[in-house]
């Protein structure tokens, strides 16, 4: 586990205020909203966003909300199964979500820190701090000392794989907002529609857009040094994920090859694996994933590891909680906004003009 830049994260005068409220109970509800723009990837298609719901009861009435995402549906059940299990761990402890989370990581040391059990833990982890703002009356950005108000994010909802008149007019929607910086995925059947579909996109939108491309690991490392040669002087903002994620000296090579900077983050399990990728310089960007890493304390201190490489920090997906997380660091670069839980929280908000404001509201405001 990586100590180095580790800080604690809650502030003494608000841990000794939590030290008194204790985790009660936790309870679980499954929802499958269906997504606005299904989305078709290299590495697998979304048409709905099937969603686990936590809500965290505590000793002083206060009830925490989050929710993890799972690309599968199949998994949401199991996944439910592991949060009651891991909430085992800590059920009557005080609400400090720190020590939660390190107390997690020890008992479960030789079950392995990956997958269902991280997930379980972060859904308790983010429940736990959402409890930590609703208890001391603040949105969790301020409680966590916060840089800004707003954060700079840019449109992920649509643009799937797909034909070019769905791209298009995708693309001229998030225009329309004032969206204008947007990610395209790629990784067709050849490399002359990837190539298609990029310059279908900066035709519609013109000179003002600015665009990442996400190839969802769909490419062997050959395939992709080949294509990401053919897109590197597009002036893309980056290329996430063209290789397998596990494959991070592979994708080291293929990014001193590239002036583009790659984005990664999404599929790694902790702020050690962040650490590794960042040593190997395998990117120029990173973009943990909240409920992949670990909630939100392993999320800050993955943030932490890459302010000490002076590596910027992009969230996946959750845009209701990762807004709060990138208000909150000071190497924050850009929120990826989905829409997906639109109609599943009263408390999503929708950016305008590259920006989202993070909600007010104590807690995350997510309001289930
Ligand atoms: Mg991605």
Redesign the pocket.
């Known amino acids: 586990m990586f100590k180095a830049t580790r800080a604690p994260i809650l502030a003494d005068r608000l841990k000794q205020q939590m030290a008194g409220v204790q985790l009660s109970s936790i309870q679980i509800q499954h929802s499958f909203p269906a997504l606005p723009t299904p989305l078709q990837t290299s590495s697998g298609s979304l048409e709905v966003a099937p969603l686990v719901i936590i809500g965290l009861r505590t000793s002083c009435g206060v009830v925490g909300e989050s929710y993890l995402f799972s690309p599968n549906p199949s998994l949401i059940a199991a996944l439910g199964e592991a949060i009651k299990a891991v909430f085992e761990v800590v059920s009557g402890d005080p609400c400090l979500p720190e020590d939660i989370t390190d107390k997690i990581l020890k008992k479960f040391k030789l079950f392995g820190g990956t997958g269902i059990l991280t997930m379980a833990m972060a859904a308790i982890d983010m429940a736990a701090w959402d409890v930590v703002g609703k208890t001391v009356g603040q949105p969790l950005y301020r409680v966590l000392g916060a840089k800004a108000k707003t954060v700079h994010s840019y449109e992920s909802s649509g643009l799937g794989i797909g034909d070019l008149i769905s791209i298009r007019q995708q693309a001229l929607r998030f225009m329309r907002a004032g969206n204008t910086t947007m990610k395209l995925r790629l990784g067709y059947a050849t490399l002359a529609e990837d190539l298609q579909a990029l310059e279908t996109l900066f035709q519609a939108c013109g000179p003002t857009v600015q665009v990442m491309v ?1 190839y ?1 690991q769909g490419l062997s490392p050959q395939e992709a040094l080949t294509r990401c040669k053919a897109i590197d002087g597009h002036g893309l903002l980056w290329i ?2 063209p290789i397998h994620a596990e494959l991070l000296e592979e994708t080291a090579t293929l990014q001193a090859a590239l002036k583009t900077p790659l984005q990664i983050g ?1 599929n790694l399990w902790s702020p050690t694996e962040v650490q590794r990728a960042l040593r190997l310089s395998a990117c120029q960007y990173i973009m943990p994933d909240v409920g992949k890493i670990g909630g939100v304390t392993q999320w800050l201190r993955a943030a932490s590891v890459a302010e000490a490489y002076g590596v910027k920090v992009s969230s ?1 997906l959750y845009p209701e909680i990762s807004s709060h997380l990138l208000a909150a660091i000071p190497n924050a670069h850009l929120l990826e906004y989905a829409d997906w839980t639109a109609n599943q929280f009263s408390g999503h908000t929708k950016p305008a003009n590259n920006s989202l404001a993070v909600s007010d509201h104590a807690g995350f405001g997510l309001s289930v």
């Open positions: 996400d969802n996430e994920e999404e996946h």
